[in-house]
């Protein structure tokens, strides 16, 4: 998924749960800064303070993605949660450790994370953990069937466009002239922005020549729904409560934004998105919400006086309590406890 996606509709979201404003703000810059935050190591201070940083994120591109440790400790906790086959702890799906570690919808595992971040709101960082718990539950449904390690599963070959739109022209040519073999075979690298299209209906065959069939519309829809569900036991503070989803006027109009928007440039698409939160096309009303990754407004530079990285920051006390340190937080927060709490529940080492 992106921007449009992790930002705008996790925003949606957020308020149609019952958040406030500035609550679902939070919420939603944390879940898109996760694709965002591709930096780590320390942050050193003029007063000598030090803060330690990890990243979420890898460029596709980046050297990093060769390297099998890099990969577990980035796109399994962050992008490509394992799903252990659909099956709950202490089951194990038929075949090897890659059956357990693709990506599944909903996965119990993706349930156990949710609950997690329920579980542990009471941290300086739970707005921002439920906002990084929110972009890897979505990733569960754009990201099924890829796992967030280098192997054949992720191969994709002869995919074709099944809803018709027209907008990649043949899906086969396109995709051959845009990754070829210079991406290699890790989450969904080789089905390029697929997955990530909100408007689009797609086959394809992957690693084992297996016929993989995908309604996007259908699984952002679901997604954004569960997100809604799963916000709204947060804010009840109880991860079984009996919830409602999304209401039906509010998900027409999601849908039809996911639909109608054909556009291949997510940031063309955001912008829609919030074109239509200004005019106020949802049920909470009319409201004027921004991202900005970098410049004066940024998490970034608000917390560091720059967005930028430079060899030694001006300390102020603010710092502790900024989005950006609370954000840096809740990764590491989640990367543990996905890591070291819930994989190993359900049989698998990562990292």
């Given at each position: 998924?992106?921007?449009?996606?992790?930002?705008a509709?996790?925003?949606?979201?957020?308020?149609?749960?019952?958040?406030?404003?500035?609550?679902?703000?939070?919420?939603?810059?944390?879940?898109?800064?996760?694709?965002?935050?591709?930096?780590?190591?320390?942050?050193?201070?003029?007063?000598?303070?030090?803060?330690?940083?990890?990243?979420?994120?890898?460029?596709?591109?980046?050297?990093?993605?060769?390297?099998?440790?890099?990969?577990?400790?980035v796109?399994?906790?962050?992008?490509?949660?394992p799903g252990?086959?659909?099956?709950?702890?202490?089951?194990?799906?038929?075949?090897t450790?890659i059956?357990?570690?693709?990506?599944?919808?909903?996965?119990?595992?993706?349930q156990d994370m949710?609950?997690?971040?329920?579980?542990?709101?009471?941290?300086?960082?739970?707005?921002?953990?439920?906002?990084?718990?929110?972009?890897?539950?979505?990733?569960?449904?754009?990201?099924?069937?890829?796992?967030?390690?280098?192997?054949?599963?992720?191969?994709?070959?002869?995919?074709?466009?099944?809803?018709?739109?027209?907008?990649?022209g043949?899906?086969?040519?396109?995709?051959w002239?845009?990754?070829?073999d210079?991406?290699?075979?890790l989450?969904?690298?080789?089905?390029?922005?697929?997955p990530?299209?909100?408007?689009?209906a797609w086959?394809?065959?992957?690693?084992r020549?297996?016929?993989?069939?995908?309604n996007?519309?259908?699984?952002?829809?679901?997604a954004?729904?569960?997100?809604?569900?799963?916000m709204?036991?947060?804010?009840?503070?109880?991860?079984?409560a009996?919830?409602?989803?999304?209401?039906?006027?509010?998900?027409?109009?999601?849908?039809?934004?996911?639909?109608?928007?054909?556009?291949?440039?997510g940031?063309?698409?955001?912008?829609?998105?919030?074109?239509?939160?200004?005019?106020?096309?949802f049920?909470?009303?009319?409201?004027?919400?921004?991202?900005?990754?970098?410049?004066?407004?940024?998490?970034?530079a608000?917390?560091?006086?720059?967005?930028?990285?430079?060899?030694?920051?001006?300390y102020?006390?603010?710092?502790?309590t900024?989005?950006?340190?609370?954000?840096?937080d809740?990764i590491?927060a989640?990367?543990?406890h996905?890591?070291?709490?819930i994989?190993?529940?359900?049989?698998?080492?990562?990292?």
């Amino acid at each position: 998924m992106q921007i449009d996606f992790h930002h705008a509709t996790t925003y949606v979201a957020a308020r149609l749960a019952g958040f406030d404003k500035a609550e679902a703000e939070v919420i939603a810059y944390a879940a898109q800064y996760v694709d965002d935050a591709t930096s780590s190591g320390p942050v050193y201070f003029d007063n000598k303070a030090v803060f330690n940083r990890i990243s979420s994120a890898h460029k596709l591109l980046d050297p990093s993605n060769t390297m099998e440790l890099e990969n577990q400790l980035v796109w399994m906790p962050f992008h490509f949660l394992p799903g252990n086959g659909g099956l709950p702890a202490g089951q194990n799906p038929s075949g090897t450790f890659i059956d357990k570690i693709v990506c599944k919808p909903n996965s119990p595992v993706a349930q156990d994370m949710v609950r997690a971040a329920i579980l542990d709101q009471d941290k300086r960082y739970g707005l921002h953990r439920l906002g990084v718990t929110m972009h890897v539950y979505a990733d569960t449904w754009a990201h099924q069937g890829f796992a967030g390690v280098m192997h054949e599963i992720n191969e994709v070959e002869r995919a074709e466009e099944t809803g018709k739109t027209g907008v990649f022209g043949k899906l086969k040519e396109f995709l051959w002239d845009q990754v070829e073999d210079t991406i290699p075979p890790l989450g969904h690298g080789r089905a390029n922005i697929f997955p990530d299209m909100p408007f689009l209906a797609w086959e394809y065959r992957n690693g084992r020549d297996e016929v993989v069939s995908r309604n996007n519309t259908g699984d952002f829809c679901e997604a954004a729904d569960q997100m809604c569900r799963a916000m709204k036991r947060y804010r009840a503070k109880n991860p079984d409560a009996a919830v409602t989803g999304i209401p039906e006027n509010d998900m027409s109009r999601i849908k039809t934004l996911f639909v109608n928007l054909k556009e291949k440039d997510g940031g063309k698409r955001h912008e829609a998105w919030l074109e239509a939160i200004r005019k106020g096309e949802f049920s909470f009303g009319a409201e004027e919400i921004h991202y900005d990754e970098k410049g004066s407004n940024s998490w970034k530079a608000q917390a560091l006086g720059t967005s930028f990285d430079v060899p030694v920051n001006s300390y102020k006390p603010e710092f502790l309590t900024s989005h950006w340190k609370l954000f840096h937080d809740a990764i590491q927060a989640h990367r543990f406890h996905v890591s070291h709490e819930i994989l190993p529940e359900y049989g698998i080492c990562a990292a």
